[in-house]
């Protein structure tokens, strides 16, 4: 399916659920001005819900590839991530080349990705899960900046702490080390989290 397309399919699934889920939700959305207007942009931050992907998205009036679980991509609910541009990750699977490929096409496109590092929802009592290097790693290939972004708070109705709080532009330089990206980027997600808890 083509950008365009992907597009009016995003945009419309956002103008029915956003509205709907602010209603429900309540969610406080900070700093939000920080993720650029267009231009290659990588959001990256904590994932401790399902809903988290649709947080970041109605977050932005950007068009938002997120990385999904491929399981989500099979059966009747496939033709729908497929058609918002989302992209399939294989979470049992050591790396992922085709995911990666495909965050990174859409980064050279001028597009913006939202990556959870931790690779997968944490049901821990630790703040956030260790993390996979894809978001430095496709940072240092395309030159992308990283907006980090923080989720506290729980998804109950009419919620009165759910929180979403973006940060400051994280650079990861061309000639930075990848396993030291990573950790000053664990360090500055974890940051967050910890200021925004109520």
């Known amino acids: 399916?083509?950008?365009?397309?992907?597009?009016?399919?995003?945009?419309?699934?956002?103008?029915?659920?956003?509205?709907?889920?602010?209603l429900v939700y309540h969610p406080v959305i900070i700093g939000a001005e920080k993720i650029p207007a267009e231009g290659p942009v990588i959001l990256a931050g904590n994932h401790k819900h399902a809903f988290d992907p649709l947080l970041v998205d109605i977050s932005t009036k950007r068009t938002v590839h997120a990385l999904a679980k491929s399981e989500l991509f099979q059966g009747a609910g496939?033709?729908?991530?497929?058609?918002?541009?989302?992209i399939p990750v294989d979470l049992e699977a050591a790396k992922n080349p085709d995911a990666y490929a495909s965050a990174k096409e859409a980064l050279l496109k001028g597009g913006a990705v939202n990556i959870s590092p931790e690779a997968a929802r944490n049901y821990t009592e630790d703040i956030l899960l260790p993390f996979k290097s894809g978001a430095v790693r496709l940072a240092?290939?395309?030159?992308?900046?990283?907006?980090?972004?923080?989720?506290?708070?729980?998804?109950?109705?009419?919620?009165?702490?759910l929180k979403i709080v973006f940060g400051d532009p994280f650079i990861v330089e061309a000639g930075e080390d990848i396993k030291e990206a990573n950790e000053r980027l664990f360090h500055t997600i974890e940051k967050l989290i910890?200021?925004?808890?109520?």
């Open 78 to 86: 496939g033709f729908f991530f497929s058609a918002i541009g989302a």
């Open 1 to 22: 399916m083509g950008m365009m397309s992907e597009n009016i399919a995003y945009q419309s699934c956002r103008a029915v659920l956003a509205p709907l889920f602010r």
């Open 140 to 161: 240092r290939e395309t030159g992308t900046v990283i907006i980090p972004y923080s989720i506290t708070g729980e998804y109950r109705f009419r919620s009165k702490d």
């Open 194 to 198: 910890l200021e925004n808890r109520q």
